[in-house]
Structures are given as structure tokens and as C-alpha cells.
């Protein structure tokens, strides 16, 4: 486990680095601009990270990696409930919580992207959950997270996101309804 002091520091070059993609694209963002926006030295930018690639690649890992504790820790809910809201539900707060990283990861993606991740996370949960017996059903499967994905892009993107509840239920609805007629 990481010392306080080590969190503290991730966290503030973690925020330096949502900042500055909310004022420019990845590509034009520096260590120099990060540890300057963290008020942190460079040479402990470089204890932690190679680049802002790496520290970019990082971030975007240890969200996956909460969501998939957050998601999968839910499936036991899901399996009792009949319903795909208790990991909807783990998903969207975990997105809201960090949604000023979550905004920027997902605005500005690419090949091997945060997208990418989320994506392959949703094709994990479905393992769990219905695994595909045929290249139709992992199609299937493809367009629904696409799908999830894209309705929780537009939502994180709004200036006044409409309520988390709203999307919960609506996601649930959805899922649900696809679930039963596949």
C-alpha cells in the first residue's frame, strides 16, 4: 500500500492532467506543463512516470481497474435481483464521482483509448452474465456497449447533465429490454 504522501502526489498530477485536457488536446500536453500545474518537481514526475503517456495510460487503468471491482463486485445483486441495475448503478456513480477525468478520457479518445477499456470491460461483464454462444451474439454484444457507452459520453458531456437516477433507470430499461429479447 502507497503512503499517504505518494496518493497525495498521484492525485495532484492525476488532476493536473484532467485540467490541462480540458484546455488542450493530449497530444500538446508536456511533463512540463503537468508538474508545473501540480506545483510538483519533475524529477518526482519521473519516480512515478515515464511520460504523459504513461502516466495518461495509468490513470485510465486504475479507473478500469475500480470500475471492474466496483461492476463485477455487483454481479452476486444482479444474479439475485433479475436486474443489471446494482452494476448500472456501481458504473454511473463511479463515472459521476470522477467525472472530471472520466470526461476528459472519454472526450478525447483514440486507438487503445479509455473508451477502448470500457469496452472491453463490458464485454467482460457480459462473460459473466450471458456469455456469447455465436459471432452474432459478441456483435450483439459490441453494439449494446458502444451504445452504453456512447449514452454515458453525451450524458458526462451536457453542461447540466440530467440527474443520475434518470440514467440509471433509462440504461436499466434498456439493457433489460435487449436482454429479454436476445
Known sequence: MEDK???RTKKLLRQALAELMREKEFKNITVSDVVRRADINRGTFYVYYRDVYDLREKVENEMVDALRGATLGALPEVTAQASLRPIIEQAVRYLEENRDLAFVLLRDSGVGSFEDKLMGLMEECSQHLRPPKSEADKFSIWFVAAGCIGLLKKWMMQ?????REAV???LDELLCSILKAG
Open 5 to 7: 504522501r505518494v496518493r
Open 168 to 170: 440509471i433507470q433509462r
Open 159 to 163: 453542461p447540466e447533465p440530467a440527474a
